[in-house]
């Protein structure tokens, strides 16, 4: 199952907040779908979910019961039969079915001071032709609208709503879509896709952790490489230096510090510090490799 799908589902065991709303939601789902004239009332979805609420949605209101039949690909395509059914529908909606170009009859937004009629209609429009990419992935929301005047009034809806999103073209449709995740969290709220919303917010919150982590896991192996590089530079350091003069040769403290660090070659100053016996600081080290150093020049200049 898709995060989309997951929210349609639970989209559709909702019950309206308020009997307004049920009109608007209608709407949203009767024009974005695939017809909606006196000739063509068709709607398409591969959710059995989406098709029966909208069925008990149109019935509720209008009376009309619409047709379900399933496609080979397991789509279920839901429609009204007879032109008399969809003259009753589009009349309950206001509209005569002869308009050249669909736009939102905002009249079926009974309840606008609330705005809960705009969510309402934003949910219907989701359930047909919205969708929302898992957020373990990316953040990215999106509605295909098929007729572009309606994109311009949905667009107009959303901004109502303080929804905020970019458009594009896709194969002539417009595709209204958004990438802020902060956005796609207010649409889902708005919608009242809780449990989604909350699964939304907490899968943004482990990636931040996950980055955090990632972050502080490639610091360390910097912190690793950086350690075993200045390891090998020493252990050159001494091969160079006892291809001239023997260990036994050095004093005893360099000669424990060249030894150990021959034996231990990932061991950081640190470490190498608390081998010694008396274990030595870091700055004690550092000053004894300094040493070293200057052995190997004296002998490089002989
Ligand atoms: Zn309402």
Known sequence: MSFSSDIKEELCELQPASACCKKAEALGMLIFGRAFSLSEMTFMTELNCVAMHYCNLIYELTGVTPV????????????????????????????????????????????????????????????????????????????????????????????????????????????IYCKEADTIEDCLGRIGATKSFFFMMETRAMKQVKNKINRRTNFEAANL??????????????????????????????AELCTLRLEN????????GKMMSPPLSRSAVSRRLKKLKDIKEEIDNR
């Open 68 to 175: 379900i039949s399933y496609s080979k690909a397991g789509n279920h395509k839901v429609r009204i039969d007879t032109r008399e059914d969809r003259k009753k529908i589009l009349e309950f909606f206001g509209y005569t079915g002869k308009e050249i170009s669909l736009s939102i009859n905002f009249a079926n937004f009974e309840n606008t001071e609330e705005s809960c009629c705009f969510s309402a209609f934003l949910r219907g429009a989701f359930l047909v032709c919205g969708s929302i990419t898992n957020p373990e992935k990316e953040y990215h929301l999106e509605f295909s609208i098929s007729r572009i005047k309606l994109a311009s009034e949905f667009t107009s809806v959303l901004n109502e709503i303080e929804l905020n999103m970019k458009s594009l073209t896709r194969n002539n449709a417009k595709i």
């Open 225 to 254: 490489s950086r350690t075993i590089e200045a390891g090998i530079a020493q252990i050159e350091l001494i091969e160079h230096i006892l291809s001239k003069i023997k260990l036994t040769d050095m004093t005893e403290d360099l």
């Open 265 to 272: 070659p990932e061991a950081s100053i640190d470490e190498l």
